[in-house]
């Protein structure tokens, strides 16, 4: 019997399992279990002891075709946790769906700033992600995805494959944000002025929070005078703040996300923004 060949396909199961706990006023990380490859570098400090950084790396440097990645974090009660990576994550083109699953958990008082670099979808992968957040009381998030359809630089338009991304957010576990995504190679709304617009990048940034008029409308004047590269605005929800952008290039979307960040950090979290070194490397 001939069986096909995907069947033999090797695939990477990898899971993370982080937890964090303020202790003598030090956030510090106390759980970190892994299974594949799937790590954190050494915990840093840049802004002292209270906000503890942690860079996910996935060795691999791809997903393909029946990967399998499953990240989760818990912030305890009073912590702060800063997630994010050294690069791009690339899905690569795939016979058959890869997939991601993050479960967010932030306790009581806690705050967790999750700021990963783009996500690189490859023409033809099959790139499935699902994301849970769970916030605890006055529990604090600043949340934010950059996806990057195709490879430009390179020609390459999203021709076939597809993107799909769920995303909850609770608080005391009432919904507090739902959103489902899915793009499809070569779909019509790729180019249409209802959907991306001929534009290969679109991010998202979440933050919980309230902000006044004044900072509202600064924050959109990030964006610059109208056919600049990121097209994007910003809407207060109650206790949300939502911004969305669509980019020619991810690098552009990126520091328009960290421009607001610069901006929303000392208001809605009380901390300077302090750019990770590694996002400079």
């Known amino acids: 019997m001939n ?10 199961h990898a899971e993370l399992e982080l937890g964090y706990a303020r202790r003598d006023g030090c956030t510090r990380p106390v759980q970190r279990r892994h299974l594949g490859p799937l790590r954190v570098q050494k915990h840093l400090y840049p802004e002292g002891p209270q906000v503890c950084q942690h860079i996910i790396v996935h060795p691999p ?28 994550a690339k899905w690569y083109r795939a016979a058959g769906p890869a997939y991601q699953r993050l479960e967010l958990r932030v306790a009581a008082g806690a705050t967790l700033e999750w700021l990963p670099q783009e996500t690189i979808v490859y023409s033809a992968a099959q790139a499935e992600l699902t994301t849970r ?6 529990a604090r998030l600043f ?28 608080r ?12 499809v190679g070569g779909d019509g709304l790729l180019d249409s002025p209802i ?33 600049q590269s990121v097209r994007g605005d910003l809407t207060q929800l109650p206790g949300l703040l ?15 996300l960290i421009a607001l960040w610069r901006l929303l950090r000392p208001a809605l979290l009380g901390r ?4 990770p070194r590694i996002w400079s490397t």
């Open 272 to 275: 300077e923004a302090v750019p």
């Open 242 to 256: 939502v911004a969305r952008c669509l980019a020619s290039e991810a690098l552009h979307a990126r520091a328009w």
């Open 61 to 88: 440097g791809g997903i393909a075709g029946g990967d399998r990645l499953s990240i989760a974090a818990h912030v305890g009660t009073d912590a702060w946790a800063q997630l994010t990576s050294p690069g791009a």
């Open 133 to 138: 957040i769970d916030l605890e009381g006055d």
């Open 172 to 183: 005391d576990g009432q919904l507090l944000w739902h959103e489902r995504q899915r793009v």
């Open 3 to 12: 069986l096909p060949a995907a069947l033999f396909t090797p695939s990477w």
């Open 143 to 170: 949340y934010w995805d950059i996806v990057a359809l195709g490879r430009p630089a390179a020609g390459e338009r999203f021709a076939s494959g597809h993107f799909q991304a769920h995303l909850d957010i609770r």
């Open 195 to 227: 959907g991306l617009a001929g534009q290969p990048v679109f991010a998202t940034l979440l933050v919980t929070g309230e902000i006044d008029a004044d900072l509202l409308e600064r924050c959109r004047e990030l964006l610059g005078p109208a056919g």
